[in-house]
């Protein structure tokens, strides 16, 4: 609670080490104060507290000194296992400040060059955000079709699988959307995922000029007793 950081910053302060002044500026982080927890790391010239300035800033949501303090951390530290982690966040400020473009720079970056695999994820999922809010959905397609070959075990997962199907759908690519959403509905028929792919289908053949059958698959949707947001949409279809 905060009497007990309130304590614990004193205790620390008094003690005026490296270690001291990075559990004094955890206290002021944990109490959002986050002007205070970057006063203290200011004080210790180490690759730990320069990440952690980074991670005030960008908690604060100032991704411009978000960006300046993980730059100067991966200069200062170029071999700090944490490199992609602070780039990413890097790109994920210049995203928050709509600087979309240097974001899929950096993503790119780190799509290419990293190597733990949630590194590389996270990268996929920062150009997937990008290029869908540039509306390119030809980039968007590509990269997302580059992790799948790098990573093959992944082309049935859950979420990748229903990407595509939207990315797909947003190209007016109906025949290879209808071909993913089927995949949903085959290989996780009891999620609420599956009455998407349901949906999404019956769009599909509704956009192609197969009305009647996307009037009938609209018609099975809403009278599905799920909760679901699509059983609502079909329903208006």
């Keep these: 609670n905060l009497g007990e950081y309130a304590q614990a ?14 559990w004094s500026g955890w206290c002021e982080y944990r109490q959002s104060n986050y002007d205070g927890a970057v006063a203290m790391w200011e004080k210790v010239n ?9 991670l005030a800033y960008f908690a604060k949501k100032d991704f411009e000194k978000a960006i300046h ?3 100067k951390f991966i200069l200062k530290f170029p071999q700090d ?13 210049w995203h928050n400040i709509d600087n979309f473009n240097k974001a899929i720079e950096v993503y790119d970056d780190v799509f ?12 996929l999922n920062g150009l997937q955000w990008g290029y869908e809010v540039l509306n390119d959905y030809d980039k968007m397609l590509n990269v997302t079709l580059q992790y799948i070959s ?21 190209q007016q690519n109906y025949i290879s959307a209808i071909a993913e959403y089927e995949k949903i509905i085959k290989l996780y028929p009891d999620t609420l995922e599956t009455l998407k792919a349901q949906y999404q289908i019956s769009e599909c053949n509704y956009k192609m000029g197969n009305l009647d059958l996307a009037l009938q698959n ?8 799920s909760e679901s947001e699509f059983v609502e949409m079909a329903k208006d279809r």
């Design 81 to 93: 296992k944490r490199k992609f982690e602070a780039k990413l966040k890097i790109a994920d400020s």
């Design 218 to 225: 609209f018609k099975v949707i809403s009278e599905s007793n």
């Design 9 to 22: 910053k004193q205790y620390f302060s008094k003690l005026g080490t490296a270690d001291a002044f990075m």
């Design 69 to 71: 303090s993980y730059e």
């Design 150 to 170: 790098r990573f093959p075990k992944t082309e049935t997962d859950l979420e990748l699988v229903l990407k595509l199907g939207d990315i797909y759908f947003k």
């Design 112 to 123: 290419v060059h990293a190597t733990e695999h949630s590194n590389i994820l996270n990268a």
């Design 46 to 54: 180490t690759a730990d507290a320069l990440y952690s300035i980074g």
